[in-house]
């Protein structure tokens, strides 16, 4: 059974970092298609970022050139790194694995993380 617990989140003002973190058992973490999704309230979840098995990345434009994602797969890891942080960003954030990359996203999602949330005040 995979299972993911995330961390790393909290409250920074406009223009902080947070970095979070995803750790993964249970399962062959490398050959998974990984990423963050994010839920603001009153919205619908959304991708963030995914790191396919293959090391293929990809970001949603609101957070190019800001967020990084990247994971050790020695420590079952991934992270997402969130630099010049946004009020837009509030939100909470999941960790997904998934079992395919598809149209440059995971798709058909295995397991999720209980959610870390993520405040930026301005």
């Known amino acids: 059974q995979v299972q993911l617990v995330e961390s790393g989140g909290g409250s920074v003002q406009a223009g902080g970092s947070l970095r979070l973190s995803c750790v993964g058992s249970?399962?062959?973490?490398?050959?998974?298609?990984m990423g963050w999704l994010r839920q603001a309230a009153g919205e619908q979840r959304e991708w963030v970022s995914v790191?396919?098995?293959?090391?293929?990345?990809n970001y949603t434009d609101p957070v190019k050139g800001r967020f990084t994602i990247s994971r050790v797969s020695a420590k079952n890891t991934l992270y997402l790194q969130m630099d010049n942080l946004k009020p837009e960003d509030t939100a909470t954030y999941y960790c997904?694995?998934?079992?395919?990359?598809?149209?440059?996203?995971?798709?058909?999602?295995?397991?999720w993380g209980q959610g870390t949330q993520v405040t930026v005040s301005s």
């Open positions: 997904a694995a998934a079992r395919a990359f598809r149209d440059g996203w995971c798709a058909d999602i295995k397991s």
């Open positions: 249970g399962y062959a973490y490398s050959t998974y298609c």
């Open positions: 790191l396919s098995a293959s090391g293929s990345t």
